[in-house]
């Protein structure tokens, strides 16, 4: 039984590398709602890039906005959202507790550390993984917390279309 229905944002989240926002805009257009990026919501409040976001004001500044951000977007949204969070937003309990509040449906797109170090690697406007270390302790650390999500979708290997079928089936099944 789903307690979720046609009404709930679909809020994904997951590591660095794990398809939240390729899946998320194909998940939004199959569904006909608004996708949002949550780093897209950061960096227009800040202004800045992400990367620099992080290099001047540091990473607490960034989860304060972050943690705006979603507050905000959650507040003002009057319409059901597909929201793709970025890869700490979720590992932050007063993220999880204002989704928690706003009852959106959390989906967790797990990908094992290999495959996204791959996937990140060389791309140096993500600030936490230019530490191949760093990423993996923040991978290993955050897990039991994206594994509290209410729906865990595999995008280790396949399409990102096949994660989209595979949300959407059990979307429309669910209600
Ligand atoms: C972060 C992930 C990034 C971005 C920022 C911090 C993290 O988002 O929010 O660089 O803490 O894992 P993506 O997961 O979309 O890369």
Redesign the pocket.
């Known amino acids: 039984m789903n307690a979720h229905g046609v009404n709930d944002h679909i809020i994904l989240l ?5 398809g ?2 390729t899946v998320g805009a194909l998940l939004a257009a199959r569904l006909a709602r608004q996708f949002i ?3 897209d919501c ?1 960096e227009a409040a800040a202004g800045r890039r ?2 620099d976001v ?1 290099e001047v004001l540091g ?1 607490a500044a ?1 989860r304060d906005l ?1 943690a705006k951000a979603l507050t905000d977007l959650l507040a003002k949204a009057d319409t059901p959202l597909v929201i ?6 979720f ?1 932050q309990q007063r993220n999880r507790e204002s989704i928690a509040a706003a009852r959106a449906l959390t989906i967790f797109l797990d990908a094992p550390l290999d495959v996204l170090k791959e996937r ?1 690697a060389g ?1 140096l ?5 230019r530490d191949p270390e760093r990423f993996a302790r ?1 991978f290993n650390e ?1 897990q039991p917390l994206y594994r509290l999500a209410a729906w865990t979708i595999g995008t280790g290997s396949g399409t990102p279309e096949d994660a989209v079928s595979a949300i959407a089936q059990r979307f429309d099944s669910g209600l």
Request: charged letters at 20%; glycine letters at 16%; a negative charge.
């Open positions: 997951g590591f660095m590398g794990s939240k926002t990026d949550l780093d950061i992400i990367a992080f990473e960034f972050e793709a969070l970025g890869g700490g937003a590992a990140c791309l406007h993500r600030p936490l993984a923040l955050r």
